[in-house]
Nanobody, 115 residues
Framework: QARIVESGGGLVQAGGSLTLSCAAS????????IAWYRQAPGKQRELVAT???????NYADSVKGRFTISGDNADRTMYLQMNSLWPEDTAIYYC?????????WGQGTQVTVSS
């Protein structure tokens, strides 16, 4: 059975940094895409960053130049380095491992940025 564990969220002041981590176990299919999403209160879940295979990552316009996605598909790990955080970045962040048979989601980790 697949198990996804996220960590690294917390409270940080505006301008600060956080790194989120996500690790999967029990996934028998190859990982083809890693992604981070977030959901702020009262808003829909949105895609923050994604990377397919070893290709070039893609980012939401709102986080370009501030966030960096990385990871190792073979090791089933991913990270989201977040710099220059704004209060608007406050949300629950979810990681997702995608395979040919579907996606596997983390439980979410809260990121709160104070002004």
């Amino acid at each position: 059975q697949a198990r996804i564990v996220e960590s690294g969220g917390g409270l940080v002041q505006a301008g600060g940094s956080l790194t989120l981590s996500c690790a999967a176990s029990g996934i028998t299919f190859s990982i083809n895409t890693i992604a981070w999403y977030r959901q702020a209160p009262g808003k829909q879940r949105e895609l923050v960053a994604t990377r397919s295979g070893g290709g070039t990552p893609n980012y939401a316009d709102s986080v370009k130049g501030r966030f960096t996605i990385s990871g190792d598909n073979a090791d089933r790990t991913m990270y989201l380095q977040m710099n220059s955080l704004w209060p608007e970045d406050t949300a629950i962040y979810y990681c997702k491992f995608a395979t040919v048979v579907g996606g596997y989601w983390g439980q979410g980790t809260q990121v709160t940025v104070s002004s």
